[in-house]
């Protein structure tokens, strides 16, 4: 285990050298987060059993997939409808190989993608709008590709929340949501002293 991807891919600026920094660390990159105790995987569980209730079979998105970690939380809950999407190939690789995806999707999220619109009744996505990685404009992306109805259960880190306009851009567009819930400030990796106290944001599309 090394602890210092966390600060390289966090502290990168250049969405080139951030997928390069991901190549090296795919391998290691489940064994490192549940050393470090990877939050996300546990509050998504409690959403779904709390705060959301959709069906097994409901189609989810994946965004900004990595290597399927916190998908197999999905597979454990039974939800087996899931796509997966992610800029680097290499992480794909390691989520292609545990066969947990009915499709893999090779894209930026940083702008349009192909998906068609309004087809997931459920997106998920962690550890991927934060600094370095997508920004603020990425929510309109996954907001249309959302069915009207639909959820979007959001990890944001509080340290970039205002910062980098996360919080500009959900009050933009306020009405095309509302808010279902939204967790206390947590530590995304509480067994890494570096880690940023995140909120999963849960919305529903109108
Ligand atoms: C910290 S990992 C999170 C992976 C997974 N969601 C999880 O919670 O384990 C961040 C992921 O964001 C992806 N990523 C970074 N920039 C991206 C972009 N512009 N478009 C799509 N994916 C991106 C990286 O390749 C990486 O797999």
Avoid at 88 to 117: G, N, V
Wanted: aromatic share 10%.
């Amino acid at each position: 285990m090394s602890k210092k991807w966390l600060n390289i891919v966090y502290k990168e600026k250049n969405p080139n050298r951030l997928k390069k920094h991901y190549k090296q660390w795919a391998d290691d990159y489940d064994n490192d987060l549940q050393a470090w105790g990877y939050a996300y995987p546990k509050k998504i569980k409690q959403i779904l059993s709390k705060h959301i209730q959709i069906k097994k079979n409901s189609r989810i998105l994946d965004a900004g997939c990595g290597t399927g970690y916190v998908a197999e939380t999905l597979i454990d809950l039974n939800y087996k409808n899931l796509v997966g999407i992610d800029y680097s190939k290499d992480m794909l690789e390691i989520a292609r190989s545990k066969k947990i995806y009915k499709k893999l999707i090779c894209q930026s999220l940083s702008k349009k993608t192909t998906m068609k619109s309004a087809q997931f009744d459920l997106v998920i996505c962690t550890g991927v709008l934060t600094s370095g990685h997508v920004g603020p404009s990425a929510i309109r992306e996954l907001l249309r590709v959302t069915k009207p109805k639909g959820y979007l259960i959001l990890s944001i880190s509080e340290t970039i929340f205002s910062k980098l306009k996360f919080k500009d851009e959900l009050e933009k567009r306020d009405s095309e949501y509302q808010y279902v819930h939204l967790t206390k400030p947590f530590i995304a990796l509480p067994n890494h002293n570096d880690s940023a106290r995140s909120r999963m944001h849960t919305l529903q599309k109108k």
